[in-house]
């Protein structure tokens, strides 16, 4: 059978999944005050972040529409996949929905599914990978929705803030705290509830103590780690992310490790220093 996946651009792509035929991505949009950013290959981070550093406001960000959604589902693949932000986080899973519907009415019947990946960044870009693996192997689409579906329920996706002014600046935390934070170098340690939000899984001194101590948590987590993918995405921080990518290889015994840079909305989440992970 023919397939497409779809990720919103929230959803890191390696270049070989850019270069393949099967995936296609679908923008969000940023905007720091005036200035106004589509998260696609004209992402520019260096300014983005040049411009949050000198914004007294948060950084907003527009999910596709559903009209976006109704475009890339019209091609001529039999199984269509969408994988989205967590609904929890954005509205790109319900613009999904909502396109899937109007494709449906507009142009009659076609398998098309919309994950809701409850993560973000490198999480989404396992869940796409994992569906392209079941395709594939020829799996059936309703089986595929069940095994991706299952995967989605065992990931585990966190990450480690270098800065909290942007949670500072959009309301999620004082700016007592803030300060506090800063002035001990607190760093968070921040995972994904079953549900798809945001919680504080633990706290470190630095950002090298709580790296290790978010590996720790994952590594704790992962069930039959050869048979995984352990995926890391960076906010202007490489040298911080190899550095994470051979700790894991020390110590784990993963089936592939891959590094990304964040992409615009990953950047806006992660800011500048940010480190996320997935498996």
Request: charged share 25%.
């Amino acid at each position: 059978m023919s397939y497409k996946i779809i990720v919103d651009s929230c959803g890191e792509l390696p270049e070989q999944l850019k270069k393949d035929g099967h995936f296609e991505t679908v923008s969000l949009e940023i905007f720091v005050d005036d200035y106004h950013i589509v998260d696609d290959e004209t992402f520019d981070q260096a300014e983005f972040l040049r411009r949050v550093r000198e914004s007294p406001n948060c950084p907003k960000s527009t999910c596709p529409s559903p009209e976006q959604y109704v475009n890339a589902y019209d091609c001529e693949a039999e199984h269509v996949y969408a994988v989205t932000l967590s609904s929890q986080l954005s509205g790109s899973c319900n613009s999904a929905q909502l396109g899937k519907k109007l494709y449906l009415e507009e142009k009659g019947p076609k398998q098309i599914y919309v994950f809701d990946s409850r993560s973000a960044s490198i999480g989404q870009t396992l869940i796409a990978m994992k569906i392209q693996e079941y395709e594939e192997q020829g799996a059936a689409f309703e089986e595929i929705i069940a095994k991706v579906e299952a995967f989605i329920e065992d990931m585990n996706t966190s990450f480690v803030l270098e800065t909290l002014e942007t949670l500072r600046k959009n309301g999620r935390l004082s700016n007592i705290k803030a300060f506090v934070a800063g002035a001990l170098n607190i760093k968070p340690v921040m995972g994904a509830t079953p549900e798809g939000t945001i919680c504080q899984l633990g706290q470190a001194r630095g950002m090298a103590h709580a790296v290790d101590k978010m590996i720790a948590d994952l590594l704790q987590k992962t069930k039959n780690p050869q048979e995984k993918i352990f995926a890391i995405s960076h906010c202007n921080a490489p040298k911080r992310a190899l550095e994470a990518a051979k700790k894991v290889q020390e110590i784990g015994n993963f089936k592939e490790i891959f590094i990304m840079d964040t992409a615009g909305i990953s950047s806006m989440y992660a800011s500048d220093g940010g480190i996320i992970m997935a498996v």
